[in-house]
């Protein structure tokens, strides 16, 4: 097999993640301007939730950090790779036609869990009828995740990178229809919901079938290789648990003011834009990358690929995380405000981002030293590390809440982040040299801050012009884009000064196109 180019591959997968996010933005902006942050929103994004929170168990989160690496080592050492991808596509199967079915008859219970707060009025009545019709997405989509994963595995991240586009495109078209024909927003939704994971789970099955794997429906059938699979999930899917602990907490602490389920969701939506892009694209190509140059024995390869993720992950994360914290009102003010959706939401959201953005690093961060675990199949640290982080957010989330309502689950959330960042560093660092930052690591990363620091003064002094551009109809959005081309123009030319990076990175990453 040829080897995974790395920073090459990072780009095609992060492309079609920028491509995904920003389809994703604009089904956002579509439901704030239909549904704004009032009572069918705040429903719609907990009964929406639930099949993503659970998703996480079985699929990207927990199930595909066991699954890849042992998929990828045995494509490396020529073993049965095709025969132990299908046992455990019909094992996932099988296990997730059982939940989805109970999970959609204890729907109400579910809500509950997910937002207490919505007890006693309509909402919680909305929120069980859209989940019990969204719940069997979950089948849908972590099948979608183990076809990626194989995908992945043999370099093909462009037919896994679209899948989620499509997603967001079947939501566009089915809001339009929507709103043309009178038919109920937030059934639309609900029911848009399991018709996308059917149609990804076409597109990523034909994808496989024709690089060779043909997966056909079949009984489970309990192998010692699946019970090894099973054996190394399970504490990442325990991890997964944790984390979407987190995930609940925060949803009960915004369920008791009504807007603020969704205020976070938006806020979310901007957030996540910088971290699909890069943490996620990061974190789905050094998974795979790793675990063949471990199986291989390459320990210089493995340091050189940890590193030059790092590097390119911060080059990117840091300066938008300083954009997002100085800019938070202007992009959510610019981006969301119509329709239903007014000045008082905005405020709110962008509330919720800034605290988000402080975070922003944290997040991608995990995406960079969580597969130094995995691909040595050590799923248990990072259960450990995530059971302490949980622990620090319930305490915030939960303490600060009568202090300062909502943002204290943002705010929890970014701190229980950092915490974990700390965990895994720190656990990483007896794994041996390629798990630690070389030399020009070390040299980069405070000039990265540096020329980042410069970027949101720039930042900070456009703002006078924004706020005179806001007040003209139609310009608000030239200004928009007029501060953020100077802010990432000034970012290139300090970087540049100080050494953050140089001309000869952008040769280099030429020659592997």
């Known amino acids: 097999m040829q080897p995974i180019r790395l920073i090459r591959s990072v780009l095609t997968v992060g492309g079609w993640t920028l491509m995904s996010r920003g389809a994703g933005f604009l089904r956002d902006v579509m439901m704030a301007a239909y549904l704004g942050a009032g009572p069918v929103a705040d429903a719609f994004n907990v009964a929406f939730s639930l099949p993503n929170m659970f998703r996480r168990f079985f699929a990207e989160g927990a199930f595909n950090m066991a699954f890849v690496p042992m998929f990828a080592k045995k494509l490396e050492s020529g073993e049965d790779a095709k025969g132990f991808a299908r046992d455990a596509f019909n094992g996932l199967a099988g296990i997730l036609i059982v939940f989805s079915v109970i999970g959609t008859f204890a729907m109400p219970w579910l809500v509950w869990a997910m937002a207490s707060g919505f007890a006693g009025d309509a909402r919680f009545d909305m929120a069980v009828t859209f989940g019990q019709i969204c719940f069997s997405y979950i089948l849908f989509i972590s099948l979608v995740a183990l076809l990626s994963g194989v995908l992945n595995a043999f370099g093909h991240f462009t037919e896994a990178g679209f899948v989620p586009v499509l997603m967001n495109i079947i939501f566009i078209v089915a809001m339009l229809i929507a709103a043309r024909t009178g038919w109920d927003m937030g059934l639309t939704l609900a029911w848009t919901v399991p018709i ?187 259960f450990n590390y995530a059971v302490v982080s949980m622990v620090v957010n319930v305490a915030i989330a939960v303490g600060l809440m009568p202090f300062i309502g909502f943002a204290a689950a943002a705010l929890a959330t970014t701190l229980a982040g950092w915490v974990m960042v700390w965990q895994l560093w720190r656990g990483a660092q007896p794994m041996g040299p390629e798990a630690h930052f070389d030399d020009r690591m070390r040299q980069r990363l405070p000039r990265i801050v540096a020329a980042s620091a410069v970027m949101g003064a720039v930042l900070w002094s456009g703002d006078t012009l924004l706020a005179e551009a806001m007040t003209l109809h139609g310009w608000r959005y030239a200004a928009l884009a007029a501060v953020i081309v100077a802010g990432m123009a000034s970012y290139g030319a300090a970087g540049l000064a100080l050494g953050a990076f140089r001309k000869s990175d952008l040769a280099a990453l030429r020659r592997q196109r």
């Open 196 to 382: 996308t994971g059917i149609a990804q789970l076409v597109f990523t099955w034909v994808a496989a079938h024709r690089i060779g794997f043909r997966f056909h429906p079949g009984w489970p059938k309990i192998t010692p290789e699946l019970k090894r699979l099973a054996a190394i999930a399970a504490p990442a899917v325990l991890a997964g648990g944790v984390v979407q602990i987190n995930l609940l907490v925060g949803r009960q602490v915004a369920s008791y003011t009504e807007g603020a389920v969704s205020w976070l969701v938006y806020a979310d939506r901007l957030y996540q834009l910088p971290l699909g892009v890069v943490g996620i694209a990061i974190g789905t190509v050094l998974l795979p990358d790793l675990s063949r140059r471990l199986r291989a024995g390459d320990a210089a390869g493995g340091r050189a690929s940890f590193n030059r993720g790092a590097e390119f992950a911060l080059l990117l994360t840091i300066p938008a995380a300083v954009a997002l914290v100085v800019m938070a009102l202007p992009l959510t003010t610019v981006l969301y405000q119509r329709g239903a959706f007014d000045a008082h939401d905005a405020q709110m959201t962008a509330l919720a981002l800034a605290i988000y953005g402080a975070g922003l690093p944290a997040f991608v961060l995990h995406k960079v030293f969580q597969p130094l675990y995995y691909a040595r199949e050590n799923t248990r640290a990072p």
